[in-house]
């Protein structure tokens, strides 16, 4: 096995995936409102935890939203989680309504 990882944006299922070795390892989900992409559940698989999948998710569905000019809607705990350690992304997040930074 290669190790390789990589993260693909599957519009049509409304989520980006991350693949380790040509499997699928994980997704994190979101709808898009307007300019907003709103993130509401990020999974990886057990077999695929502690490779630091969740983070290279995370980074790439981000990213891809900030370099695409959209806002990050962060309703998905682990992408809100994500976001409060990780800088570098505040001027392009509209927390939800009833949350914050600091939470």
Known sequence: MSDE???VRNDEKHRYEVYADD???GFTQYLL????????HT?????FGGRGLGTT?????????VANGGVI???CPFIAAFLRKHTGYEEHVQWPEG???AQ
């Open 73 to 75: 809607v962060p309703v």
């Open 57 to 65: 998710l995370a980074t790439y569905a981000l990213d891809d939203v």
């Open 43 to 47: 999974e990886i698989d057990k077999a």
């Open 23 to 25: 499997q699928l390892a």
């Open 5 to 7: 990882t990589r993260v």
């Open 33 to 40: 409102r307007d300019n907003q992409t709103v993130f509401t």
């Open 99 to 101: 949350t914050s930074v």
